[in-house]
């Protein structure tokens, strides 16, 4: 746990965890994770999924073209 402290009085302001600090300081990473959090969003998830991995499996496929 990071604590982030008032400089004169030296009380703790803040605290975060490792996942707060990488969340908050990337908005698109965080809008990414948002999407695919959502309750309703298996499919998305699964449909953005299969296509990347089909994408990278296809890469270095020079036969098929």
């Given at each position: 746990?990071?604590?982030?402290?008032?400089?004169?009085?030296?009380?703790?302001?803040?605290?975060?965890?490792?996942?707060?600090?990488?969340?908050?300081?990337?908005?698109?990473?965080?809008?990414?994770?948002?999407?695919?959090?959502?309750?309703?969003?298996?499919?998305?998830?699964?449909?953005d999924?299969?296509?990347?991995?089909?994408?990278?499996?296809?890469?270095?496929?020079?036969?098929?073209?």
């Open positions: 746990l990071f604590e982030g402290r008032d400089r004169k009085t030296n009380k703790v302001q803040w605290t975060g965890t490792r996942v707060d600090l990488i969340f908050g300081s990337n908005s698109q990473l965080r809008a990414i994770a948002e999407i695919y959090a959502c309750e309703d969003s298996k499919p998305k998830f699964l449909a999924f299969i296509s990347a991995w089909t994408k990278v499996m296809n890469l270095d496929r020079f036969d098929l073209k």
